[in-house]
């Protein structure tokens, strides 16, 4: 992670442990004594990539800096059931009480991270990316999209300042499409200006190869084919290949496991996949006490 990604991280572990503690340990304060020292273990009750650690390890450690924490596993390694993951020594009660948190970190980044690699490693014979989206959990975005990283994916934008993406609704609303057809003229227009703002790359969603046809002209960046099936993803990239080299294609919507392989196999160089950040299994992790 970045230094910018760890300063936020700890900023969302922090509300985190305040979201869950309030105004304190209600069961552990009545049942384990404060003096108690124990040895804490969690383990991978689920097959998977782990992604997580560092954040998890973060957790006991702002909750109570006294605790040591030894992680047997690293971002990204593989997890078979019963794998011992990380051991923690030091108070019981700070333990109990960072327990939940810990894991819930864990459980929501390893998900990502594996279902990511699943979408990975169904295309690893091609040269095409598997990209994440901004359809993410509020606040949690920036360990959402490490997720993906861990799991072998790349990220999209971060946010709306980072990058040009022009959409659907945006063509509708500067008057660029109408009716379902393109406006060649204010397409021009928007994009001069586009140009003229910012260094950004300019990345164009198009949905149909009729407007495909039409928006390559203007030479964005990347186009976004949105929707399109097998058939129309096949003449785009032929047309793009044939005229346009230089111009990258994105596809999404409606990608899956079971489909991912045909369309990457179709030269293009982007897939992304919202499901792999809004629809993830999370992954089981226990912690037991050694007594």
Not at 140 to 154: H, I, N, W
Not at 213 to 223: G, S, T, Y
Request: charge should be positive.
């Amino acid at each position: 992670m970045t230094r910018e990604e760890k300063k936020l991280a700890e900023e969302l572990i922090r509300r985190a442990l305040k979201e869950d503690i309030g105004k304190g340990d209600l069961t552990t304060s009545l049942c384990v004594s404060s003096s108690k020292k124990s040895k804490a273990l969690i383990l991978a009750k689920d097959r998977g990539v782990l992604c997580g650690i560092e954040i998890a390890k973060k957790v006991f450690k702002l909750l109570d800096p006294s605790l040591k924490f030894r992680n047997f596993k690293n971002d990204g390694d593989a997890l078979t059931k019963e794998d011992r993951v990380a051991q923690i020594i030091g108070k019981a009660t700070s333990i109990l009480t960072a327990e939940r948190t810990a894991l819930n970190f864990l459980s929501l980044l390893s998900g990502i991270a594996t279902y990511t690699r699943k979408f990975v490693d169904r295309i690893k014979d091609t040269k095409t990316k598997i990209m994440d989206t901004r359809k993410t959990t509020p606040t949690l975005r920036v360990l959402e999209k490490y997720a993906v990283r861990v799991g072998g994916g790349f990220n999209h934008r971060r946010g709306l300042w980072d990058g040009i993406l022009v959409k659907d609704n945006h063509l509708k609303a500067s008057k660029i499409v109408y009716k379902r057809r393109v406006n060649i003229k204010r397409l021009k227009q928007v994009f001069s200006l586009i140009r003229s703002k910012t260094d950004h790359k300019i990345e164009i969603e198009v949905e149909s190869f009729e407007e495909f046809k039409k928006v390559v002209f203007i030479r964005p960046d990347i186009v976004l084919l949105d929707n399109f099936n097998l058939k129309a993803i096949r003449k785009s990239v032929e047309f793009r290949n044939k005229f346009f080299p230089d111009i990258k294609i994105e596809v999404s919507g409606r990608v899956n496991l079971g489909n991912v392989k045909k369309i990457a196999k179709l030269g293009v160089d982007f897939i992304s996949v919202g499901s792999i950040t809004h629809s993830p299994s999370s992954l089981d992790f226990s912690l037991e006490i050694n007594e």
